[in-house]
């Protein structure tokens, strides 16, 4: 009993040992790269078999009133919204209210002729070959407005032939969820999602411009972003419009709190069963048979031979890795827009080195 117990602690100390050196590892990493890269805020957390890991914050969220950040703070996810849109739209997949592989034109069929060949996968996967509607720099004062725009104009290429990474995907994917659940895209977002798992930090701005003029809600625990300016040595403050009908593919502000609630979420199989998760971070096919680069929203590649998903946002306010078969997920959050987002594989490196 005596050889036993000697063993349990001498387990626990291996792994107390481990785990300092991960997070020193992780920790210096990250301050070092906020040194060089001149970020005023960065959050990071691990998250590994539905537990968190890791959570740490760094930096000020705001550096006009000296504000600290912290784990509820908000940070702009740019492109990353999508990984939370996706999962919120698998819910709809889960209850037989859509179907991934049907004609978008079954759901709305006052869509053009032209796009009868057009499947819901096609939308999620950028495969769909619709007009990109920011590239055309239009403003578009509705959902509505843009869909238009987008009908009136012809494909850029037959769906399912190629991947192009564009924005008049999600408006559509916009549309599909309205119309299948009745409700505003930000409304269902909130029901299926955010207020199931608790995420009380995780909203968009609504922010509207006219002319000269923007508008926004406010955000008390949001960070700001930053550029940082070489030649004055000093940083600048940077806003991006995401208009409301991007919402699906981005502008949502979230914390590292809240986004480590979505991951666990995702690990215990509180939202969605295994397989439709599967689904999520399985690459979808082109019609010549090849895997798109894109599942259900989320990127799908490749880490040392074993699958790595997940998506980028802002250049860098926003990177979020996922490695399904380790149930590990790993989120870097920043504030300043001139960095690419690289970091989140590298703290993942970090984390795996020191694991057996």
Known sequence: MKIKKYFCIGVLITLSIVAKAQAIEIDNFLQNQMKEHHIPAVSVAIIEHGKVVLTKTYGKANLEYNITNSEGTAFQLASATKLLAATALMTLVQDGKLDLHIKVRAYLPQLPQAWDDMQVIDLVAHQSGIADLLGLKYEFNSLQSALDTAVARPLDFAPGTKTVYAGGDYAVVMKLIETIT???????????????????????????????????????????????????????????????????????????????????????????????????????????????????????????????????????????????????????????????????????????????
């Open 182 to 356: 009745g409700m505003s895209y930000q409304q269902f977002l909130n029901q299926s999602l955010l207020a199931k798992l608790g995420m009380k930090h995780t909203v968009y701005n609504n922010m509207e411009q006219d002319f000269i003029y923007r508008t926004y809600d406010t955000i008390p625990y949001a960070a700001t972003v930053y550029k940082w300016d070489s030649e004055k040595s000093q940083q600048r403050i940077f806003s991006m419009l995401f208009p409301s009908w991007t919402y699906p593919a981005g502008g949502l502000f979230a914390s590292i709190e809240d986004l480590s609630k979505w991951a666990v979420a995702l690990d215990n199989n509180t939202l969605l069963k295994p397989e439709i998760q599967e689904q999520m971070w399985t690459a979808a096919k082109l019609r010549d048979g090849k895997d798109s680069p894109f599942g259900v929203g989320w990127i799908v590649a490749d880490r040392k031979g074993e699958k790595a998903t997940g998506h980028s946002g802002g250049p860098a306010l926003a990177d979020i890795v996922r490695l399904p078969d380790r149930k590990l997920t790993a989120i870097v959050l920043t504030n300043q827009l001139e960095l690419r987002p690289n970091l989140t594989m590298q703290v993942v490196d970090l984390y795996l080195k020191h694991k057996k």
